[in-house]
C-alpha cells in the first residue's frame, strides 16, 4: 500500500463528504456518545478494502479499536463480519460512507476478478487491468484486481510505453513509432518496457521484421486469426489479447496461447459488492 497516495486520498474523500460538518449527527447525537459497529456481508464474493478501511478508522480518528475477522482476498458469504469497530460514534458514522463505498467496489473488482482467475486455471494466461478507470480511484481499483489474482497492467502514462493505434497513425506508421520510442528511451536514459497493438496479420509482420518491443498486444483479433498470429510470434515476444473479451468468453481467447489477456470491464463497469455497516 502507497501510505502517502492513501493518505492523500481519504483526506480529500472527508473533505468532499463533511464540508462545514455532519450536521445530521452533531444535531441528534451527543458529543462524546461511544458505540459500535460491524461490517456484514450481504453477498458471496471475495473481500477487498479491509486494509484501506483501517486507515480510513485511524485517519478519521484514531481512537477508534477495529476487531478484525476477515481480510482482503478471502472468500465471503452472506451474513459474514468483517469487522467490528468501537469508539466515537461521530467518528464512526463519519467514516461508514467513505469505507463502504471503497469497500463495495474494491470487493465487487476483486470478485470479477477472482471469477476470471479461476476460468483461466489450466492455462498459460495471465488477466490484465486496463487505464479504463475512475478518475480518482485508480490506485484503489487496482489494489482490487491484485487482491483478486489478477495482473496490473501499466499504472498509467509513464510506467510504460504502450503505443497504440492513434499513436501508430499519428507517428506515421508503426516503424516510425518503434524507432522513435526506441530513441526517446536512449536520449532520456528511461528504462521502460515497449508494447506495440496490432490491428491485423499484416501489421503485426512488420513488427516481427522491426522488433525492438517487448509486447505485441493483438486487438480485436477473431479467434482464428489471434491464433495465427500467436503462432506467428512464436514466442519471440509476449503477447497480450485485448477488445471484445468478456468474462463469458475468457477461455476461448486463452485457449489461443496469448500470455495476457486485457479486460476493461475488471473496472469500468463492474457490479459492487453488498456489504452494510449496521450499529448492534
Known amino acids: 500500500m502507497d501510505k502517502k497516495l492513501i493518505d492523500l486520498?481519504?483526506?480529500?474523500?472527508?473533505?468532499?463528504?463533511?464540508?462545514?460538518?455532519?450536521?445530521?449527527?452533531?444535531?441528534t447525537i451527543p458529543q462524546g456518545t461511544q458505540g459500535k459497529a460491524k461490517l456484514i456481508v450481504k453477498?458471496?464474493?471475495?473481500?477487498?478494502?479491509?486494509?484501506?478501511?483501517?486507515?480510513?478508522?485511524?485517519?478519521?480518528?484514531?481512537?477508534?479499536k477495529v476487531e478484525v475477522f476477515l481480510k482482503d482476498g478471502q472468500e465471503v458469504n452472506f451474513g459474514d463480519i468483517a469487522f467490528n469497530v468501537y469508539g466515537s460514534t461521530h467518528a464512526i458514522l463519519l467514516a461508514e460512507r467513505l469505507v463502504l463505498n471503497c469497500m463495495q467496489r474494491m470487493s465487487g473488482i476483486a470478485t470479477k476478478t477472482h471469477r476470471i482467475v479461476k476460468a483461466l486455471e489450466g492455462y498459460k494466461t495471465k488477466v490484465?487491468?486496463?487505464?479504463?478507470?475512475?478518475?480518482?480511484?485508480?490506485?484503489?481499483?487496482?489494489?482490487?484486481?491484485?487482491?483478486?489474482?489478477?495482473?496490473?497492467?501499466?499504472?498509467?502514462?509513464?510506467?510504460?510505453?504502450?503505443?497504440k493505434d492513434n499513436h501508430v497513425d499519428y507517428a506515421g506508421g508503426i516503424a516510425n513509432a518503434i524507432n522513435q520510442a526506441n530513441a526517446y528511451l536512449t536520449d532520456t536514459g528511461k528504462q521502460l518496457q515497449i508494447e506495440i497493438e496490432v490491428r491485423n496479420i499484416e501489421e503485426l509482420q512488420q513488427v516481427l521484421t522491426i522488433g525492438r518491443v517487448d509486447r505485441i498486444m493483438l486487438d480485436n483479433f477473431e479467434l482464428p486469426l489471434l491464433k495465427q498470429a500467436v503462432e506467428l510470434?512464436?514466442?519471440?515476444?509476449?503477447?497480450?489479447?485485448?477488445?471484445?473479451?468478456?468474462?463469458?468468453?475468457?477461455?476461448d481467447y486463452a485457449a489461443c496461447g496469448v500470455?495476457?489477456?486485457?479486460?476493461?470491464?475488471?473496472?469500468h463497469s463492474v457490479k459492487s459488492l453488498d456489504l452494510s455497516l449496521k450499529a448492534f
Open 233 to 251: 510470434i512464436d514466442g519471440k515476444f509476449l503477447t497480450e489479447a485485448s477488445g471484445g473479451i468478456v468474462e463469458e468468453n475468457v477461455t
Open 128 to 163: 490484465l487491468d486496463t487505464r479504463k478507470t475512475t478518475p480518482g480511484l485508480r490506485y484503489l481499483e487496482k489494489w482490487a484486481v491484485r487482491i483478486g489474482g489478477g495482473v496490473n497492467h501499466r499504472i498509467g502514462l509513464y510506467d510504460m510505453i504502450l503505443i
Open 43 to 64: 453477498e458471496k464474493g471475495i473481500l477487498a478494502g479491509v486494509e484501506l478501511a483501517l486507515e480510513i478508522f485511524n485517519q478519521i480518528d484514531p481512537s477508534l
Open 9 to 27: 486520498f481519504i483526506k480529500n474523500a472527508i473533505a468532499e463528504d463533511v464540508g462545514d460538518g455532519d450536521h445530521t449527527s452533531l444535531s
Open 259 to 267: 500470455d495476457y489477456i486485457s479486460m476493461g470491464a475488471l473496472t
